[in-house]
């Protein structure tokens, strides 16, 4: 976006402050719509968004303030669903974070992004280095990375404002994760020699202003600290998940063979799970999982996904506990393997027993835990998508109707979001 175009966006925002909603879309002249539009730099996704101006308040609408709504084209990298009519969604476009919120099911969305000062170098992945409670809170990480130092971005009112902390640590956040709105994780990494990594655990309770480290390894820098029952050296972060105030899990990969760590003292030490991979995955090439993710408000019930690779294919079976991690009871789903660009994405589940799968563009749906799946009509909308945008970014439920995918065509820098209301029958593009 040139300079240009910026100063002709501002004074459009500046003129449809001053000005009644029935007269904010003439204010945007067809010129800056068509560049808006059709921007090289974010391609495929066109959302609408809405602009509104509190301080201006339109006396004949009965004192609402102003709205003017654009159209623009962004390329989105990942979402996270927040109820089943909101959701978030965000990319990066010249090292510039922007996150868009919408409540009402992607017919209008609020551009929430941070300030164009913080710049990253990379988008955040969810869970990784983003991480949203809820509709009002929600945490960003930006590591340092060449562009400065470390931060973690917090907002309590869904994006309108951003508190920015430094956070002290040499590493590069890797792990992120919150249980309500003042207690949080984070976990870091740095590599070293002979593959070597430095790891360590941060708590927070306060929302993310200041973090105090729980455990650090020995590949970390040398302190009092460490503690005989830490994280081991070897092993990349795979994911971080906490359950309750206590119990968290850790999921590592080194060489091909996934490794999972609980802890129940907060994160101050932990303890590899001996039973954690079942002789059924032996034989793998390879082996790919997930973190655990628990549902429910009791948060006991839980699973994972374990992918084994043999040559050019992926095959999905599932780990479930019902005792909050203590058991975890192997699944193998009867899905034939995945293959080609789209081999990562495994099934997702909404609870022990419902899930969705998506292979080769046909939705599969299973009601007991993944041990038969029913596939669904071919939808003509979801096929069509997929030919153009042939790579799945991801695919999550809210609720046994509502479900977001985001499809993509990195080779061209385009992505599109698109959402079923009917289980995964029917879907259309936000």
Same mark, same amino acid.
């Given at each position: 976006m040139s300079k240009s175009l910026l100063i002709w966006i501002s004074l459009v925002f500046l003129l449809s402050a001053c000005s009644s909603a029935g007269n904010d879309n003439a204010l945007m002249? %067809?010129?800056?719509?068509? *560049?808006?539009?059709?921007?090289? %730099?974010?391609? #495929?996704?066109?959302?609408?968004?809405?602009? &509104?101006?509190?301080?201006?308040?339109?006396?004949?609408? @009965? @004192?609402?303030?102003?709205?003017? %709504? +654009?159209?623009? *084209? &962004? !390329?989105? &990298?990942?979402?996270?669903?927040?109820?089943?009519?909101?959701?978030?969604?965000? @990319?990066? &476009? !010249?090292?510039?974070?922007?996150?868009?919120?919408?409540?009402?099911?992607g017919k209008t969305w609020d551009n929430v992004s941070p300030a164009k000062t913080v710049s990253f170098s990379e988008p955040p992945v969810y869970g990784s280095s983003i991480f949203f409670l809820n509709q009002k809170n929600g945490w960003v990480a930006r590591n340092a990375n060449g562009v400065g130092q470390t931060l973690i971005l917090h907002t309590v009112d869904g994006g309108q404002n951003w508190n920015v902390a430094t956070f002290n640590d040499n590493g590069t956040v890797l792990g992120m994760y919150f249980i309500n709105e003042k207690t949080g994780w984070v976990m870091t990494s740095t590599d070293e020699s002979n593959h070597q990594k430095g790891k360590a655990v941060y708590r927070t309770e306060d929302g993310g202003d200041s973090w105090t480290r729980l455990m650090q390894n020995a590949a970390y820098v040398k302190s009092a600290e460490q503690t005989t029952n830490e994280l081991p050296q070897s092993g990349t972060l795979i994911g971080m998940s906490f359950r309750d105030n206590k119990h968290g899990f850790i999921t590592l990969e080194q060489d091909g063979r996934p490794s999972l760590y609980t802890t129940a003292d907060s994160g101050k030490t932990w303890t590899a799970s001996a039973s954690f991979l079942s002789k059924e995955v032996e034989s793998c090439d390879r082996i790919t999982t997930g973190k655990p993710q628990f549902y429910g408000t009791s948060k006991t019930s #839980?699973?994972?996904?374990? @992918?084994?690779?043999?040559?050019?294919?992926?095959? +999905?079976? #599932? +780990?479930?506990? %019902?005792?909050?991690g203590k058991t975890w009871t192997h699944v193998a789903y009867a899905l034939k393997p995945q293959t080609g660009i789209n081999q990562t994405m495994g099934p997702t589940f909404l609870n022990r027993k419902q899930g969705w799968s998506l292979i080769d563009g046909i939705i599969y749906t299973t009601q007991d835990q993944g041990h038969t799946w029913k596939a669904l009509p071919a939808n003509n909308t979801l096929q069509n998508t997929i030919a153009n945008y042939p790579e799945m970014a991801k695919l999550q439920f809210f609720s046994k109707d509502v479900g977001w995918l985001l499809v993509a065509k990195n080779e061209e820098r385009r992505s599109l979001l698109m959402q079923t209301t009917d289980g995964g029958k029917s879907w259309h593009v936000l």
């Open positions: 002249s %067809e010129a800056v719509r068509e *560049q808006l539009q059709n921007s090289k %730099e974010d391609q #495929g996704q066109t959302i609408t968004l809405k602009q &509104t101006t509190d301080s201006t308040i339109n006396q004949r609408a @009965g @004192g609402r303030p102003d709205t003017s %709504e +654009y159209k623009i *084209q &962004t !390329r989105l &990298t990942d979402f996270q669903l927040l109820s089943a009519s909101a959701g978030v969604a965000w @990319g990066l &476009t !010249r090292n510039e974070l922007r996150i868009y919120v919408t409540q009402s099911n #839980g699973w994972m996904n374990i @992918g084994c690779v043999k040559g050019t294919q992926t095959s +999905y079976s #599932g +780990y479930f506990t %019902e005792d909050g």
